[in-house]
């Protein structure tokens, strides 16, 4: 009876102010300032004037670490420039590109614009010659921005088996170091490209051809205006979020040509994208797209479970600092088994681990207090519930991920969940050597089904041979009803760890059954991997 009395801690006006800020954290807002902002381990490298792939998987802080950075470069009054490429998902090739270079292309003027400020007037030229001459020079330079921009946006809604035919100007620029624009005019609709590649150029100096050769003859044009704004403005960063919502034949592509385009301007670019839904590069002659090590370097926040207390310190971090604006105590809100499994449960994203914290708070609200300890507390019974609503929306997020192979993975899923219920563990092991089973389990980590607790770990009784530890999604045992009297962390001692009985594998199919392969193996000779075709 004692307990029944004691008042329940999540069921606040604070907590319902908490509830509030979590659901507006989960996403990352241009406009939103630094407020909520935790620097990820490693993340500072992306400062450098360089170019960087930002690689994490959904929700673990990209986006939120590439708007960070363009509120840094927009307060020095350097370009900052921001690409979604989720808007331009649905076009094709070359609408998509044109459509990422109009972006770039207006993003720069307007940081110019800001920079150098209006024209000037009249009386101030004749009072300060010099310096009204000088912004007489940058509004020009501002105005070829303007023209360039107005001819991608006419060649983006140009259908695409339309001729383009534009004007090279002979004429010398109005000043020096600014380029004179190329002028560009759609030919009439009814017009169409008759012979694919084939240029023709008449004594006149106009220019018919498609839109990807038009993109080619303009790439000197477009330097020299970038160039000249880098020089003005410092030079900054563009932002090219959410790369692996592109086909993936056409990532490189668009790559290669951003990277040709930026490249020596002053300009540098910063990739929010998914590893293993991503292809930088693409090897030919020539080759597209951009190489890791040599074009750009890498800012992994795939943090995973490998180092759960640094992991568990930096989510926390952004909980409290959230939670400190409706001046909620985080540890006396949740029991210390809670925060655990909170981070378990979201398998360190940080994304996932707001809305389950979130998801929690309500799960005890619908509750209420009972005779149970601790019950006015939010519990991991709480958590295990909202992991299971999870579940729906990370199977959606596979099928538009990786549609060719949904099915398979989603088989694997339910094998894996059916044999961590059978051994009452949410991890398990398997062999480094099953090159296809590892590649399935490696892809369903960058899904968030499983993740990473050890690598390279032995097992008694097989010899050298070498094993991974993971974890099954908590948000699919629990979608299942399987974290009844389920083992969650004794992972951390090694002896649980290398149980024999803890091996998983795909047995053999049978001999009427091997025209289907297993879903370790299924489609192997098609993988696309990071950095090939």
């Known amino acids: 009876m004692v307990q029944r009395q004691v008042a329940a801690l999540y069921a606040t006006p604070a907590v319902t102010l908490l509830l509030k800020d979590l659901q507006e954290a989960t996403r990352a807002n241009p406009r939103g300032g630094p407020q909520n902002y935790v620097p990820p381990n490693g993340g500072e490298i992306a400062e450098a004037n360089y170019h960087h792939f930002v690689f994490g998987q959904r929700g673990s802080g990209k986006s939120s670490l590439l708007r960070h950075l363009e509120q840094l470069s927009g307060a020095d009054g350097r370009i900052s420039v921001w690409i979604d490429e989720e808007v331009f998902a649905n076009l094709s090739y070359p609408d998509v590109l044109v459509s990422a270079v109009h972006e770039l292309i207006k993003g720069v003027r307007i940081a110019l614009l800001n920079k150098v400020g209006p024209a000037p007037k009249r009386g101030m030229v004749k009072r300060?010659?010099?310096?009204?001459?000088?912004?007489?020079?940058?509004?020009?330079?501002?105005?070829?921005?303007?023209?360039?921009?107005?001819?991608?946006?006419?060649?983006?809604?140009?259908?695409?088996?339309?001729?383009?035919?534009?004007?090279?100007?002979?004429?010398?620029?109005?000043?020096?170091?600014?380029?004179?624009?190329?002028?560009?005019?759609?030919?009439?609709?009814?017009?169409?490209?008759?012979?694919?590649?084939?240029?023709?150029?008449?004594?006149?100096?106009?220019?018919?051809?498609?839109?990807?050769?038009?993109?080619?003859?303009?790439?000197?044009?477009?330097?020299?205006?970038?160039?000249?704004?880098?020089?003005?403005?410092?030079?900054?960063?563009?932002?090219?979020?959410?790369?692996?919502?592109?086909?993936?034949?056409?990532?490189?592509?668009?790559?290669g040509y951003l990277h040709r385009l930026v490249k020596d301007t002053g300009l540098w670019l910063k990739i929010g994208t998914i590893r293993y839904s991503t292809i930088t590069f693409k090897p030919g002659d020539p080759p597209r797209g951009m190489q890791i090590g040599h074009d750009a370097h890498e800012v992994p926040l795939d943090r995973g479970?490998?180092?759960?207390?640094?992991?568990?310190?930096?989510?926390?971090?952004?909980?409290?600092?959230?939670?400190?604006?409706?001046?909620?105590?985080?540890?006396?809100?949740?029991?210390?088994?809670?925060?655990?499994?909170?981070?378990?449960?979201?398998?360190?994203?940080?994304?996932?681990?707001?809305?389950?914290?979130?998801?929690?708070?309500?799960?005890?609200?619908?509750?209420?207090?009972?005779?149970?300890?601790?019950?006015?507390?939010?519990?991991?019974?709480?958590?295990?519930?909202?992991?299971?609503?999870?579940?729906?929306?990370?199977?959606?997020?596979?099928?538009?991920?990786?549609?060719?192979e949904a099915q398979q993975l989603e088989n694997l899923v339910r094998q894996l969940t059916e044999f961590c219920r059978e051994h009452k563990s949410a991890y398990f092991l398997v062999a480094t050597d099953e090159a296809g089973l590892t590649e399935q389990i490696d892809k369903l980590q960058h899904l968030r089904f499983t993740h990473l607790l050890y690598e390279s770990e032995t097992v008694p009784d097989k010899g050298s041979q070498r094993f991974n530890v993971w974890l099954l999604d908590v948000a699919e045992l629990s979608a299942q009803r399987a974290t009844q009297n389920m083992d969650f962390l004794k992972w951390d001692r090694r002896e649980n760890r290398r149980n024999r009985k803890l091996i998983f594998t795909i047995p053999e199919p049978a001999a009427s059954d091997k025209s289907a392969a297993s879903p370790a193996v299924a489609g192997q000779g098609e993988q696309l991997r990071l950095g090939e075709e």
């Open 305 to 404: 479970l490998r180092h759960f207390r640094s992991t568990q310190e930096f989510l926390e971090e952004i909980l409290v600092k959230i939670a400190s604006k409706s001046n909620v105590d985080v540890q006396a809100l949740f029991t210390d088994e809670t925060r655990k499994r909170l981070v378990l449960a979201a398998g360190g994203v940080a994304r996932d681990y707001l809305r389950l914290a979130a998801g929690s708070i309500t799960e005890a609200r619908n509750r209420g207090v009972s005779e149970k300890s601790g019950s006015h507390r939010v519990i991991v019974e709480d958590v295990n519930k909202a992991a299971g609503g999870l579940s729906p929306s990370k199977l959606a997020d596979l099928s538009k991920d990786e549609p060719g």
């Open 128 to 255: 300060i010659f010099r310096i009204a001459e000088k912004l007489n020079e940058n509004q020009i330079l501002a105005n070829s921005l303007a023209q360039s921009a107005r001819d991608l946006e006419m060649l983006k809604f140009a259908p695409l088996d339309r001729k383009v035919q534009w004007t090279i100007s002979s004429e010398s620029s109005e000043t020096a170091g600014v380029s004179a624009g190329l002028k560009m005019n759609i030919v009439s609709l009814d017009s169409k490209i008759e012979e694919t590649g084939k240029l023709a150029v008449s004594s006149s100096e106009v220019v018919e051809g498609s839109k990807e050769q038009y993109l080619e003859r303009a790439l000197t044009n477009f330097r020299g205006l970038l160039t000249e704004a880098a020089n003005i403005t410092g030079g900054g960063f563009v932002f090219v979020d959410d790369l692996y919502q592109l086909r993936r034949d056409v990532q490189p592509l668009v790559l």
